[in-house]
């Protein structure tokens, strides 16, 4: 469907978040938050207006301008751009509050620049979602690169310059992978279109190979694929609401969404089957997961730990989509969005930690679950959700990722896949404990009556959104109608790239 | 079709210059007010006869009523029309924004200054409008003499830079001299349609050794690797109302020069001398496009390193030109004009914050960082332009390079373009990490340009924007008609 209001809303939701960019840095030196909370709003409506569409199975598109002589500025809403755009969005309005009341608890400097540079990533992001091809498609990434920068040097210390040069060196560096791989594939099938199954059957042999060796390359950057992850923990420097939002949303899930659309819509099952690059990607996902969760167990900055386990769950993501099968993709689908929950809300405890106490170390946070129960109680939920525990939404996606690679007859995936959640649980689950139960020593006598004596909970606008992206993960695990239309999303995706083939 | 339109691009600037230089004596600020006239009715002209161009086909003019041989023809078809339209807008903009400059560091010379610049344009406009080899040389003489004088007009060091650009400089028009002179032998004519037809019967050996001769003087003047030696010194301490007219356009005429002499002279001609020619300019062009980004990486100096990076966009001409395909053709051309928008922005920048805030090095710009809003606005359009983020104008540039290259299945090439553009991102963010990201080492110390600065900057990036967005249109309106006709 072209034209309408559907297609104005794709602009509206591309389109709004930029401009809030544009007005936050010309006005106002006060009250610079209000102008996100109002474009949170306006994107996140317009892409929850475009699902019923969406859902009943028609694409929405909207040709915005020619940029080469056959190949156009195109903006496309399909499922899987969907689910990408509406997690990014409704995420956007939990994460405006939340940075809200991080920078006034730790009195954030330049907050002009700073929510600025978060409304025009969340654009690129949904720009990013909406690409209806390639060249689209690379314009927001780049842009999603460069919009983040500004967070992740944003508090100039040495240590942020050199993550940010990182970030640049790896993010365009990809992007120059990718930008080959796309103009070699538009030469060889003059297009450039996502379509469900791919493009690229025309092209075979090693052009294939190469082709698909620079496109994951390309896109395995923001997925943080090892070893190409390296930029991710070291962005941690960023404060707290752009690790929640950007590095365990918008940015990686941009990464994997990209892997998902290289994978399902250029090369297609069809091509994928005919050589053992899938194969390749998938032990690279494997390895990554084996050894980001031993590097994780061994963080004592609870930011870095969750770094590393959100390049754990990110391989997952990938591992799903390289198994080539129809469940593995809904697997994927579903735990971009479910990892996206539970590692927001695990940040968000994270910064309402540090905003309160000024703590940031899991060594340091003996007893703390007594002082701040409701921070901890969301932590406690996210970390289960992120294991997978029957009844919390993790639960759901590692069931279809597991279901993904039985189909596909890969057993060393479904092993690594199971054996990680138990490495999930070995680097989160100490933390709640000792949060909770930091044992009789701590908590007799007089130290523990001064502990439970100082019960200071984060500030409201911190509270809050951690609550209900806490809810968030319990209700998409345990109640029907929300997983089951998450379901209904991801499975209709895989029947497109698969064609019909459950 | 004859016509007397052609003629005026050349003569206009000129006339100014000598009115201009003799009123000035008298007037004070006459000589500022001719030059912004004369600009301003060049671009005008040049506007005028491209859509002209465009309409109707080449426009030609016999000067004197000779045809060639015995007359010089001069010929604006829709590649110089383009280049010259390119030329004079953003001459304008630019000689219209560093008023302040010029002021500021020329206060009793501008006199001097004004007519210099306007002779520099009329040479420039002669070298893209001449149709005759050996005209091609009086203009670039032309153009150099004004460009030697004023580099030599800046301040420290200035000198001995210009004396250095007049000795390469003499050096690349000498051997481009004598490449004229061997292809004279060859063929008994000096008219470039004409050695065009008659290339193929000449002696092979005396045109091989003209093209390599005539090659080797267009790119010093172009400043292609490994030729570029005067560049970084010339507009580094050239005073920078005369670097912000210099950088952008003398290097980007010299490249459509070597554009017109390959494809509209030599490539008529025997297959082993164009494809040798080709080859040549091509490598040069990769190893330009990664040594200059490198170099510029490394520079500390804030002039310094936007001439290495000229040297590497440079590059990416040449490597589309050596490429020969209408895919890398249509990008060589676009890039042309991209870098003369882009650094012109970024010198114009670049004397701004010399002259306000006494910014030299790269790191002082972290003086600007919230005083000039604007100027650094444009810096960063201007420095994402130059990486080739989408969708800047520069992005299609190195798109249709990168595309004339894998078309080609020439890697090295490719690879050269990755490394270059990831250099890129280097010295881009080297700019842009003080500019916005570090604490200045001083208090403030001054504000924004004038309002011709700021409007001159911003109509530059603008520029820049709506050349990205409109992509399509200038490739299939202005570029493609340009092509020479012989490639595919």
């Known amino acids: 469907m072209t034209g309408g209001l559907p297609a104005i809303l794709v602009a509206v939701a591309v389109a709004t978040p930029f401009l809030a960019g544009i007005l936050i840095l010309v006005t106002g030196t006060r009250g610079t938050e209000v102008w996100g909370h109002i474009a949170a709003a306006i994107t996140a409506a317009a892409a929850l207006l475009l699902a019923p569409t969406v859902m009943a199975g028609e694409t929405v598109e909207l040709l915005v301008v020619p940029l080469v002589p056959g190949l156009d500025l195109l903006l496309r809403v399909d499922g899987l751009g969907l689910v990408f755009g509406l997690l990014a969005s409704l995420l956007w309005i939990v994460t405006g509050v939340y940075s809200g009341g991080y ?21 690129a992001a949904m720009g990013v979602a909406f690409a209806g091809n390639l060249l689209t498609f690379f314009l927001f990434y780049e842009a999603l690169t460069l919009a983040t920068y500004p967070l992740v040097v944003h508090t100039e210390s040495d240590e942020a310059f050199n993550a940010g040069r990182r970030y640049l060196l790896f993010s365009l560096g990809g992007g120059l992978a990718l930008l080959t791989a796309m103009i070699w594939a538009w030469q060889l099938t003059g297009t450039l279109d996502f379509v469900p199954g791919g493009f690229l059957d025309q092209v075979a042999g090693t052009t294939l190979v190469v082709l698909f060796v620079l496109f994951v390359s390309g896109v395995a950057v923001k997925s943080a694929v090892m070893p190409l992850h390296a930029w991710l923990p070291a962005a941690m420097v960023a404060p707290t609401p752009v690790s929640a939002l950007l590095h365990a949303v918008a940015v990686v899930k941009a990464g994997v969404f990209a892997m998902m659309r290289v994978l399902g819509f250029v090369f297609g099952p069809v091509s994928l089957a005919e050589f053992a690059g899938p194969e390749v990607l998938a032990a690279l996902a494997a390895i990554t997961i084996v050894i980001g969760s031993l590097i994780a167990v061994r963080q004592d900055n609870l930011k870095r730990r969750l770094a590393y386990s959100t390049v754990v769950h990110l391989s997952y993501i990938v591992l799903g989509a390289a198994l080539v099968a129809p469940f593995g993709t809904v697997g994927s689908t579903l735990h971009m969005v479910n990892h996206g929950l539970a590692k927001i809300t695990l940040f968000f405890c994270a910064g309402a930690i540090y905003a309160t106490t000024k703590r940031q170390n899991v060594s340091e946070l003996t007893g703390l679950g007594h002082r701040m129960p409701w921070t901890f109680t969301a932590f406690t939920i996210g970390s289960l959700g992120l294991i997978g525990v029957p009844g919390m939404s993790g639960f759901i996606s590692k069931f279809f990722l597991a279901r993904g ?25 100490p933390i709640v404990r000792v949060a909770f139960f930091p044992g009789t020593k701590a908590l007799g006598g007089r130290g523990g009556r001064r502990l439970r004596a100082r019960r200071r909970e984060a500030r409201p606008a911190l509270l809050v959104p951690l609550l209900i992206t806490a809810l968030l993960v319990v209700v998409f695990g345990l109640v029907p109608p929300a997983f ?19 | 079709m004859q016509s007397n339109l052609p003629i005026l691009l050349f003569l206009v600037p000129f006339l100014a210059s000598m009115v201009g230089a003799i009123v000035g004596w008298y007037v004070r600020h006459a000589a500022r007010r001719i030059a912004l006239v004369a600009m301003a009715a060049t671009a005008g002209i040049s506007i005028l006869a491209l859509f002209r161009v465009l309409e109707i086909g080449s426009l030609h003019t016999h000067m004197a ?27 304008l903009i630019v000689v219209a924004g560093a008023v302040e400059h010029s002021g500021a560091e020329l206060p009793r010379r501008k006199v001097v200054y004004y007519p210099s610049i306007l002779l520099l344009m009329s040479g420039l406009m002669g070298i893209t409008i001449t149709g005759d080899l050996f005209n091609l040389f009086v203009q670039i003489e032309v153009a150099s003499l004004a460009a030697y004088g004023l580099v030599a007009a800046g301040g420290r060091g200035a000198p001995r830079a210009a004396l250095n650009y007049l000795i390469i400089g003499s050096l690349g028009a000498s051997l481009y001299l004598m490449g004229v002179g061997f292809i004279y032998a060859a063929t008994g004519t000096l008219n470039m349609a004409q050695v065009a037809t008659l290339l193929a019967e000449a002696d092979q050996r005396l045109v091989l050794v003209g093209g390599l001769l005539m090659v080797g003087g267009l790119a010093t003047k172009m400043g292609l690797f490994p030729f570029h030696v005067w560049m970084p010194a010339a507009y580094s301490r050239a005073p920078t109302a005369a670097a912000a007219f210099m950088a952008p356009l003398v290097t980007k005429v010299s490249a459509y020069a070597l ?13 082993l001398v164009d494809d040798l020619l080709l080859e040549v300019v091509a490598w040069a062009g990769a190893a330009a496009v990664v040594l200059g980004s490198v170099l510029a990486f490394m520079q500390t100096d804030l002039r310094r390193l936007l001439a290495y990076s000229s040297v590497g966009q440079m590059g990416v001409v040449a490597l589309g030109a050596g490429l020969a395909n209408a895919t890398a053709m249509t990008g060589a051309i676009m890039h042309i004009a991209n870098d003369a928008l882009m650094k012109g922005a970024l010198f114009l920048a670049a004397g701004m914050a010399l002259i306000r805030f006494g910014v030299r090095n790269v790191d002082e710009l972290a003086r600007l960082r919230g005083q000039a809003p604007w100027t650094m606005a444009v810096v960063v359009v201007a420095g994402l332009s130059l990486i080739g983020i989408p969708p800047l104008s520069g992005f299609f540039g190195k798109w249709y390079v990168l595309s004339g290259a894998i078309e080609e299945a020439r890697w090295a090439f490719v690879v050269a373009l990755a490394v270059g553009s990831l250099a890129a991102v280097g010295y881009v963010f080297r700019i842009l990490e ?18 011709a600065l700021v409007v001159a900057c911003v109509l530059l990036a603008t520029l820049m924007i709506v050349l990205g967005v409109g992509n399509e249109r200038l490739v299939t309106v202005f570029i493609m008609p340009a092509l020479p006709g012989l490639v595919p």
């Open chain 1, 405 to 429: 690679a039985i189909q596909a007859g890969d057993m060393v995936a479904l092993t690594v896949m199971l054996g990680a959640s138990l490495l999930t649980a070995t680097y989160l689950l």
């Open chain 2, 65 to 91: 009523g000779w045809p060639p041989p015995i007359g010089i023809e001069v010929l604006l078809d829709p590649l110089s029309a383009f280049i010259a339209a390119t030329i004079a807008v953003v001459g």
């Open chain 1, 103 to 123: 920078a006034a608890a730790t009195a954030l400097a330049n907050r002009r620049r700073y929510f600025a540079a978060f409304a025009a990533s969340i654009g």
């Open chain 2, 434 to 451: 003080p500019l916005f990201f570090r604490p200045p080492d001083t208090g403030p110390l001054a504000r924004e340009g004038n309002w």
């Open chain 1, 484 to 502: 089951g239309v998450q379901y209904e999303l991801a499975a209709d995706i895989a029947v497109r790239i698969f064609g019909g083939g459950q």
């Open chain 2, 259 to 271: 554009i017109r002499v390959l494809f509209w002279v030599f490539a008529g001609g025997a297959l």
